[in-house]
């Protein structure tokens, strides 16, 4: 069942977000499994954190072989 739009904890970053974003500044390109292996979570936990990312101004990009990109958002 999905999450209601308003839900408060889609504003939130937690600690495994920030050491995903860590992980994938650091091995750019890997996928997500790899990052996940880093962490010790499942494939799906750090899939599910990416939107989080998003939304504080951390943007991925996923290339066709599913490898993933970070990139900051500029400040205007």
Known sequence: MARPANDRRAEQIYPRDCCACRKIEEHPGKKA???ARLLGL???EVTRSLPALEDKGLYLTEDEKGGLWLFRKKKQ
Do not use: C, D
């Open 42 to 44: 499942n494939r799906s």
């Open 33 to 35: 499994g790899f990052i």
